[in-house]
Nanobody
Framework: EVQLVESGGGLVQAGGSLRLSCAAS????????IGWVRQAPGKEREGVSC????????YYLESVKGRFTISSDNAKNTVYLQMNSLKPEDTAVYYC????????????????????????WGQGTQVTVSS
């Protein structure tokens, strides 16, 4: 059974930091890209960042570049999202998601995956940034 379990969300003041974790199980971790997708109230989901487990390539939404860092511990099948300099507009439910990377896509690089591309999803964790 595929499972993606997020943790680390919470309430933080603007300028603060949070670290989200996503523990994955039930699939071959190295065959997938793992990403973070967020959804703010009344808005569509948007891909925030993703990492290709096989080679560690990373991709970011423009608005989070320089503030967020995605990383992977392949030995623990866990992906992290370190979020610094948080802004009120970062407030959202953050979902961890997994995408199976075929060979062609692996050669080209997956890029920042869109929400509709992911195969599996976690339950989400709330991040609230107060002004």
């Amino acid at each position: 059974e595929v499972q993606l379990v997020e943790s680390g969300g919470g309430l933080v003041q603007a300028g603060g930091s949070l670290r989200l974790s996503c523990a994955a199980s039930g699939f071959t971790f190295d065959d997938y890209a793992i990403g973070w997708v967020r959804q703010a109230p009344g808005k569509e989901r948007e891909g925030v960042s993703c990492i290709t487990s096989s080679d560690g390539s990373t991709y970011y939404l423009e608005s989070v570049k320089g503030r967020f860092t995605i990383s992977s511990d392949n030995a623990k099948n866990t992906v992290y999202l370190q979020m610094n300099s948080l802004k009120p507009e970062d407030t959202a439910v953050y979902y961890c998601a997994a995408y199976w990377v075929d060979r062609r896509r692996a050669r080209l690089g997956v890029g920042l995956l869109g929400p509709d591309e992911y195969d599996y999803w976690g339950q989400g964790t709330q991040v609230t940034v107060s002004s």
